[in-house]
Each structure stands twice: as structure tokens, then as C-alpha cells.
């Protein structure tokens, strides 16, 4: 990325196109459970990245990729190099997920993740363009963006692999899904029920039917944006509370080290008590 982008640290978004950002931390930390609401290609660019799913572990080295899927439920560890961790990631709109998934009718939808080695430097500039694409959006027209989009997803393919379109097949991701766009919201279990259609005690009855509450998947929600904001943004501790529904940044700062176990200050460099993937 050219110096302008790097510069602005943040989420960006373009149109029918998706979203992309880098993620930077000065301390290793791992993050339990972690669940991801969409599907996302992540390039790591420095430090080393451990992924623990179903008893198997995924290790992630720079110029290494991995593709993840919604719904994934996996342990992340984020290991720093001289005091440095930097990776990319990138989210495709549905648009193009649907044409892709169309151009590749034969190819196995991602279920969990897929680890992208020794792909090589092609691969890495691909994976670039997209975030210029994204990033610089009034530079490159609408038809070379979901050009360079496909060409990205297409490494992909040529794993064996391709994203399935985003469904909300389950209640449990149409909340999380729903929560996510807004985490700022002082969302209810009635408001949700009823833009589900469904009574509050059926809304309740379902999400434990599927081990979960109301309440844990909206702290989970939250969380998960804050730490994200925290990796990809240089905002006040203070603004990203509030941005995920907390007026008061201690109260925020208590529920973030509850989920994770370090605390909000720790993923930009403050000292941090580590735990390791066993």
C-alpha cells in the first residue's frame, strides 16, 4: 500500500466491492473463540500467525494467506517479530462472490479455513490491488475493481476452493450479522424477535436450542468490533466504546479483558500477559 493509505488507519469500504484493512499489534496475543461473520482472505506481512480449529493448527508465516469462512469458530494467536505484527485483510462483497462461485461450479465451498503457502509474489500483488482498489477507489473504474476482485478470488480457486455467497442460514448468524452492522445499537431480544418475526420467548427458545443467548452473542459482537477497531485504527480506547454500544470506556475496558483476557490498551503495546496454543 502506497504511503496516502497507510497514513489513515481504518476499515475501508467500496460499493458492491468489499472491505479491507491492516491489522498492527506490538504484543503477542491470543484470542480464544474467535468467530468470523464473513468470509475474509488474510495476508500476513510480518510476525507469525497460529490458527487452532478442530485440534488442528494452521502456522502462518509472512507472504503467507489464509481464507476463512463465516461461521468459523477457532483459537487466533498473533506473534510479534522484534515487537511488530502487521497482516492485511480483505472481504469480498456478495456481488462477486455469487460470479465467481457461478465461473467455478465444480469447486468445493469453503467450510472452515484454507491455508494460501508458496503461492508467490503474483498472489501478493493481486492481494494489493485489491486493497488499492478498495482503498482508492476514484482512481480505478467499477468494472477494473471487480476485475481485480475476481482475478484475487481466483488463486483461491485454483486451491480447489471458492467462498460460497453469505447466507444467514442459522438464527444464531442473523443476529450476529444483524448486531454487526450496527454494534453501537442498544439492541433488545424484543427489537430482534420482532424484525425476525417471532415472539421474544420463541426468539430466546431458538438461540438456546443452539446453546447460545441473546446476551452472549451481543457481548461477543461487540467485543469482536472493538478488537478490530483496536488492530486496525488508532482511535481513542474511549471513541471505540462508544462506537460498540459503551458509554463508559472502564466499563468497556472490564467486559473486553472478561472476553479476551487482555485488556483493550494490551493489542497496542502495553505489557500484556500472554497465554500460548497447546
Known sequence: MNS???IQRRVWFRQDVGLTASVRQRNDLLVHTFVTDHPALILLRRGRKTIKINGKKISLLPGDAVAIAPSTTCDVQNETERGEFESSWIVCANP??????????????????????????????????????IVLPDRIPDVVAEHRMQELLAWLA??????????????????????G???????????????????E????????????????ILIDVRMTAALT??????????????????????????????????????????????????
Open 181 to 199: 452492522a450496527a454494534p453501537e445499537n442498544m439492541w433488545t431480544s424484543r427489537d430482534l424477535a420482532q424484525s425476525l418475526a417471532m415472539s
Open 4 to 6: 496516502e493509505a497507510r
Open 96 to 133: 462477486i462472490l455469487s460470479k465467481v462461485e457461478k465461473a467455478f461450479p465444480d469447486h468445493q465451498k469453503l467450510k472452515h479455513i484454507a491455508a494460501l503457502k508458496n503461492l508467490g509474489d503474483e498472489f501478493v500483488q493481486s492481494f494489493e490491488r485489491v486493497m488499492h482498489t
Open 229 to 278: 477497531l483496536l488492530q486496525v485504527t488508532d482511535r481513542p480506547i474511549a471513541d471505540i466504546a462508544s462506537q460498540v454500544g459503551y458509554e463508559s470506556a472502564s466499563r468497556f475496558s472490564v467486559r473486553f479483558k472478561k472476553r479476551f483476557g487482555f485488556s483493550p490498551i494490551a493489542v497496542r503495546g502495553a505489557p500484556s500477559q500472554l497465554e500460548t496454543l497447546s
Open 201 to 216: 420467548a420463541t426468539f430466546r427458545r431458538r438461540l438456546a436450542a443452539q446453546g447460545q443467548s441473546f446476551n452472549d
Open 158 to 179: 485454483y486451491t480447489g476452493v471458492i467462498f460460497g455467497v453469505e447466507t444467514a442460514s442459522d438464527l444464531q448468524r442473523k443476529v450476529r450479522l444483524m448486531i
